[in-house]
């Protein structure tokens, strides 16, 4: 059943991401192109069109943004409620290709950004033959720190890499989870519903915040330093205490979330 | 299997200080067509809503085949609201793809075949469909599943008298003889003929639940009439 869900969910996403990611493409390669010719010191189209691609790109991630929160709240507590919450599957497998498709879409509109970048980039170099040669630079940078980090800090790279993108998982799961969490909460009252889950959202977030405070183990950049001798253990430890952390938190708000929307549920 | 399909116990629920459902003891069986009838603003669509898992009981229980909803019963039951709640970007045969992934009990042949007759085409998009339409494409998805229990709110509510009978004949073709149907409505006369049994409710309350036979011999007037001098105003 969770297939079939993610099947529908996707389908009714897959339009508007894909009409933005264009728009963004097309965008980006017009404001290469336009800063590239003409060639002039004050190039005021160039300039334009670069504001307009930046502005794209931050309309993207708003619209990735609140697309994540009006699939939840239009098609589970909305009016096509109606439908999905009669559909013969649980709870959580409704939560579950939600959260699926909305770190699917957060992943592709932030891939979708850099290769926008890299888009620019390559229609705004003047000529090809430069673009191999700062290609070439570009990937001798690139390249370059993890040698340089496994020499500085003993530590390897990619095992560094790997945590950096299992935090970056865990936050992206707990940070819908709690978007989520915050609506079924809002849902729980009569009226003002929208205002309440925001006023949630809010205190959740303050909550929690003031709670790693207090956790054992928090260390500001200046202790980390402090224990310079071996900074990659400093760093792993905070790198795994905000991982352990994001678990937690995601858990909880994903089984709030789950409770609520099989037991909880009013549809008015 | 249990004679007993829907079962409330002391239902009740309330809006804030609104009492819709007051303490509801219910009980509906196998194979009947069941009229829920009421004024506006009396409980009906709240009732079906509770059995649907749309929304939760502040007292008492419902239950359907002895399970409160959940999966298994929403497997068994099918749902016209009374509200269009189809997403408006899908086509109609996105819709009927659809409920044949989820609903083990949907006959697409059957759906796409009522489609036809009301010359509903498939590549319509539901945003660009009239009102009449759109509830009538929801009829035909709700009508083309074999469900042992059909909830239809308002399900007449909407369209022209043409396609009034034709959708009362479709409830009376499509359904089984196990199956039950209840209609809430506050047109009795169109669907008087139909039914099996007639549900009085008013101000969350259920006032008679009782067979039409019943009524037309001991009262000797048809539902209609005597649905008007009950709820007299």
């Given at each position: 059943m969770l297939r079939k869900l993610l099947k529908y969910e996707f389908l009714a996403t897959a339009r508007v991401f894909g009409v933005c990611y264009l728009g963004l493409a097309a965008l980006s390669i017009l404001a290469g192109l336009s800063m590239k010719f003409p060639?002039?010191?004050?190039n005021i189209v160039g300039a334009l069109m670069l504001m307009a691609y930046v502005c794209m790109l931050a309309a993207v991630m708003l619209f990735t943004f609140l697309t994540i929160i009006r699939r939840f709240y239009k098609n589970?507590?909305?009016?096509?409620g109606y439908l999905m919450n009669t559909l013969p599957v649980r709870s959580w497998q409704l939560v579950t290709s939600k959260l699926i498709a909305s770190l699917a879409w957060s992943a592709a509109s932030l891939v979708m950004a850099a290769l926008s970048f890299a888009l620019l980039t390559i229609a705004a170099v003047p000529t090809f033959s430069l673009f191999w040669k700062d290609l070439a630079t570009v990937w001798d940078v690139l390249t370059y720190p993890p040698a340089y980090f496994e020499l500085t800090t003993g530590f390897s790279f990619w095992l560094f890499l790997l945590e950096v993108l299992l935090l970056l998982l865990v936050d992206g799961i707990s940070s819908i989870c709690l978007l989520y969490t915050s609506c079924m909460v809002g849902h729980?009252?009569?009226?003002?519903r929208v205002a309440a889950s925001i006023i949630v959202y809010f205190l959740i977030s303050f909550l929690v915040s003031a709670l790693l405070d207090v956790l054992p183990g928090n260390a500001s950049a200046q202790q980390i330093f402090a224990l310079a001798d071996n900074i990659s253990l400093a760093v792993n430890i905070q790198f795994w205490r905000l991982i352990l952390v994001d678990v937690v938190l995601g858990s909880i708000y994903f089984a709030v979330t789950a409770y609520l929307l099989e037991k909880r549920l009013n549809l008015e | 299997m249990t004679e007993e399909l829907l079962c409330c116990r002391g239902l009740g629920k309330q809006f804030g200080h609104k009492v819709?459902?007051?303490g509801v003891d219910l009980s509906l069986g196998r194979g009947r067509i069941i009229g829920l009838l009421g004024p506006n603003g009396s409980g009906k669509t709240t009732l079906i809503k509770l059995a649907n898992g749309l929304l939760t009981p502040t007292r008492g229980e419902i239950l359907i085949n002895g399970e409160v909803p959940g999966p298994a019963t929403k497997a068994v039951v099918s749902y016209l609201p009374d509200?269009?709640?189809?997403?408006?970007?899908?086509r109609v045969r996105d819709l009927v793809n659809m409920f044949d992934d989820f609903?083990?009990?949907?006959?697409a042949d059957r759906a796409v075949e009522m489609l036809s007759t009301l010359e509903i085409?498939?590549?319509?998009?539901?945003?660009?469909?009239s009102k009449g339409t759109k509830e009538k494409v929801q009829l035909v998805l709700a009508m083309s599943r074999q469900a042992q229990l059909y909830l239809l709110d308002?399900?007449?509510?909407?369209?022209?008298p043409a396609a009034r009978d034709y959708i009362l004949r479709t409830i009376l073709q499509n359904y089984s003889a196990e199956a039950t149907v209840l209609i809430s409505t506050h047109l009795i006369s169109d669907i008087e003929p139909v039914l099996d049994e007639a549900i009085f409710i008013q101000n969350g309350h259920i006032l008679l639940h009782r067979p039409v036979d019943d009524i037309r011999e001991t009262e000797g007037k048809s539902v209609d009439e005597y649905f008007r001098e009950v709820f007299k105003c």
């Open positions: 060639a002039t010191s004050n589970l507590l909305g009016g096509e729980q009252f009569r009226r003002w | 819709a459902l007051a509200a269009s709640y189809l997403p408006s970007w899908m609903y083990a009990d949907f006959s085409s498939g590549a319509e998009r539901l945003k660009h469909l308002e399900p007449i509510g909407g369209v022209d």
